[in-house]
């Protein structure tokens, strides 16, 4: 069956650092590929998306590549601020068949101290 | 206000009781899910409903119950057959043609 792997952290940088995340996948076909946030005490946010190979996700800053070859969607920004610290976490939804269920990775804590 | 609403945010019960969730759109959606978050293993799938009057367990149903009798609503009962039910509970809606899901900001269920 269809499965993420992220890096489970927690991760903690310094403001200004640089991030990257990495989530590889396991699917049949063409999955789209996406990247959710979750603040604490809320629910998770759409916070960028890919839809087939060699699309780059970008949205605050924030990207991530639809990499096939590699079956990787690692989300990657280049000066983290302390607004970003939150769980982030990679999903996939199969394109095939009725199945539009999302499958989520477990998670990422991101903590960017000043 | 458009959206996705979950009520309560905080909820509490003793060992024993059952106590619904509820979770509330106004998109018109067609499908709808609930997931359980617990720390270190991320969304876990309890049930889901594509259309009006039709829902398939997820991964973990055992102690759940739900109900899809208008699109706009999609509740979830926590059964007192649930041996750990404390955790974050969270509703979604799905937009049908790009797949992306929307969040409701979530429910703490707390067992005493």
């Known amino acids: 069956g269809d499965s993420v792997t992220q890096m489970e952290g927690p991760v903690t940088l310094s403001e200004e650092a640089c991030l990257t995340i990495n989530c590889t996948y396991t699917a049949t076909g063409y999955p789209s590929l996406f990247w959710y946030v ?6 998770l946010q759409l916070l960028l998306k890919a839809t087939k190979a060699d699309d780059k996700g970008s ?5 991530a590549t639809y990499r096939k070859e590699t079956t990787s969607f690692h989300l990657e920004k280049g000066s983290v601020q302390v607004s970003d610290s939150a769980v982030y976490f990679c999903a996939l ?4 068949g009725s199945n539009y269920k999302l499958t989520f990775g ?9 | 206000d458009g ?3 979950q009520s309560p945010k905080y909820l509490f019960r003793k060992e024993g009781q059952n106590v619904t969730l509820s979770c509330e759109q106004n998109l018109n959606h067609d499908a709808m899910y609930w997931y359980r978050q617990d720390p270190g293993q991320g969304l ?3 049930y889901y409903s594509q259309i009006v009057n039709d829902f398939q367990k997820g991964d973990i149903a055992e102690g759940y119950s739900v109900s899809r009798e208008k699109k706009e609503s999609f509740p979830l009962t926590v059964t007192s057959a649930q041996k750990n039910p404390t955790a974050f509970y969270l ?3 799905q937009q049908q043609n790009t797949g992306e899901l ?5 429910s703490r269920l707390t067992v005493l």
């Open chain 2, 3 to 5: 959206g996705i609403t």
């Open chain 1, 93 to 96: 939804r199969n394109s095939g």
């Open chain 1, 38 to 43: 979750q603040y604490p005490g809320e629910g």
């Open chain 2, 44 to 46: 876990r799938l309890i």
């Open chain 2, 102 to 106: 929307f969040f409701g900001e979530g």
């Open chain 1, 106 to 114: 477990k998670g990422t804590l991101l903590t960017v101290n000043p």
């Open chain 2, 91 to 93: 509703c979604a809606i």
């Open chain 1, 59 to 63: 949205n605050k800053g924030f990207e």
